[in-house]
């Protein structure tokens, strides 16, 4: 039940996938397993493929005959960027498989942290209650992912801002801050004047003051090193 254009995209063939496109190949039909070219290029990790797809019309929600979509295959195979182009590209992040999972249970399942604090950062839901994390604790425990599991209950009620604030701070620095956009680049000043007594600040005094003065604060700040 494979097509020509889904072997191109499994075997990671940008220029046959781009030809094949254009010559009218139908982008989403499915194999077998119900599987779409787009779903097994997550799969595969084949990162420039699963963007042309993106762009070229595939249904991002698309899923296989287990109700699993590209974006959970991305999340359980720990494909960073695809994730994101996934996510950029207007995936469901909360949508469940035919076993009740999401993405976000399927990341957890595999111990990737940084596919998690992403899919948390945009709004995925699973971390707001007790309960709720403990669920996505147990599924970390459950094979071993130990640093997972505690960062998930670090974090319990943790906003979408909040991850997103924590995920760009630990990679700010002097040499990087033109590359943050405004408001962040306003907020980390703000941070750095609240200690200048050391060289860099730690997360938890940005969440803070993130916490407390909200985004508007930091717009509105007034500043010459921006």
């Known amino acids: 039940g494979c097509t020509p254009l889904y072997i191109g995209c499994f075997e990671g063939h940008l220029e046959i996938v781009r030809f094949l496109i ?6 989403d039909k499915t194999n077998d397993r119900g599987c779409t070219p787009l779903f097994d290029s997550c799969l595969q990790g084949n990162l420039e493929v699963v963007q042309l797809l993106i762009g070229g019309g595939a249904d ?36 469940t ?26 709004g995925a839901k699973g971390n707001t209650t007790a309960k709720e994390s403990q669920v996505l604790m147990q599924e970390a425990t459950s094979r071993s992912h130990l640093e997972l599991s505690a960062w998930l209950g670090e974090r319990v009620g943790w906003s979408a ?16 801050h ?24 730690g997360k938890d ?22």
């Open 22 to 27: 254009n010559g009218g190949a139908d982008i």
């Open 97 to 122: 498989n035919d076993r009740g999972l999401t993405s976000l249970d399927f990341g957890c399942l595999r111990g990737h942290l940084d596919v998690a604090r992403l899919l948390l950062a945009s």
């Open 161 to 176: 801002l909040q991850y997103a604030c924590e995920a760009g701070w630990e990679v700010w620095s002097p040499s990087t």
């Open 178 to 201: 033109k590359f943050f956009p405004s408001l962040f680049r306003k907020s980390v000043v703000a941070v750095l004047s609240v200690d200048r007594r050391k060289n860099k600040v």
């Open 60 to 95: 991002i929600d698309k899923p296989n005959d287990r109700g699993c979509t590209p974006l959970y295959i991305g999340c359980f195979e720990g494909h960073l960027e695809i994730v994101r182009s996934l996510i950029k590209g207007g995936a469901d992040i909360d949508k």
């Open 205 to 226: 005094v940005m969440l803070h003051v993130v916490s407390f003065c909200g985004w508007d604060w930091f717009a509105e700040a007034k500043t010459t090193y921006i």
